[in-house]
């Protein structure tokens, strides 16, 4: 991950007050609600947070005993504006997650002159997979094998395979989605003969406690499954998990992506109703 000469010495002077406004005042008003919302990040904070997320994830890499650079950030950006992706995207960070497909297709647009890497970490409907096989280049919330086979049909010929991830609900609870432990196996084995997608993983956004020990429970329930499918013959490289809060617990258990929003951006604009 290259991080701009500077990008760590915090150099930038504080703006007075009111000089961020650029970021609101440029953002036109036919725009959906979560370019609208009047409180966003200025850019310079945003260097700031990324610099010390990446120190947050070096720091990790050194204290679980994991290879310096192998978790790699993909800076979760649902309901921040076009702006924060490109100040982010201006400090080296090129993987970008997204929740929404309305909200996705029109941040692509916007951005499509920049190298972004695309991914998807919302919930899919049946109904709209299309979206995500055209428009993303990861999606990491694949747990139905009627998804995936969508998915892989859908996919444009012209494009590389979509990279997916399995997600998996490590905590149980009926109202998380994911495939169950259980299903893991046969879910897995099957997607990774699908002809456009490449299983890369799994994926899981387990139920969220502070407690240290119980965060790496869940985390360690998903390294065992992948563990598992790799001793059954599947080449796989990525374990997303982990996020702004629960980031050193799951570097701890071997995660290779970590999917940061707030820690990155700043707290999420509220969504108009
Ligand atoms: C929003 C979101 C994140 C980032 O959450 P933060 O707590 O803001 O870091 C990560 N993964 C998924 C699937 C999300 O929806």
Request: hydrophobic residues 40%.
């Amino acid at each position: 991950m290259s991080a701009r000469p500077n990008g760590w010495s915090c150099r930038v002077a504080r703006q007075p007050p009111g000089s961020a406004r650029g970021l609101q005042h440029s953002t036109p008003s036919h725009l959906p609600p979560y370019h609208s919302v009047m409180t966003t990040t200025p850019a310079h904070d945003i260097a700031h947070r990324l610099a010390a997320v990446r120190q947050r994830i070096r720091t990790a890499e050194a204290s679980y005993g994991r290879q310096p650079g192998s978790v790699a950030l993909l800076a979760v950006s649902k309901r921040q504006p076009v702006e924060a992706l490109r100040a982010a995207l201006a400090e080296g960070q090129q993987a970008f997650g997204e929740n929404y497909l309305q909200e996705g297709a029109e941040k692509r647009e916007a951005l499509a002159d920049t190298p972004i890497e695309w991914h998807f970490v919302g919930a899919i409907q049946s109904n709209k997979t299309r979206a995500v096989a055209e428009g993303f280049d990861w999606v990491h919330t694949v747990d139905r094998l009627k998804i995936a086979r969508r998915l892989s049909e859908q996919r444009p010929a012209d494009r590389p395979p979509l990279q997916c991830c399995l997600q998996v609900n490590v905590s149980g609870e009926a109202s998380k989605s994911g495939a169950g432990p259980e299903q893991v196996h046969e879910l897995a084995h099957a997607i990774a003969e699908l002809p456009h997608l490449t299983l890369r993983g799994l994926m899981t956004l387990p139920e969220a406690v502070t407690d240290f020990d119980a965060q790496r429970a869940a985390f360690r329930r998903l390294r065992e499954l992948q563990a598992g499918l790799v001793d059954g013959g599947l080449r796989l490289d990525t374990l997303s998990m982990g996020m702004s809060n629960d980031l050193e617990a799951a570097v701890a258990e071997g995660a290779t992506m970590v999917r940061l929003g707030t820690a990155v951006f700043g707290p999420r604009p509220e969504k108009t109703p």
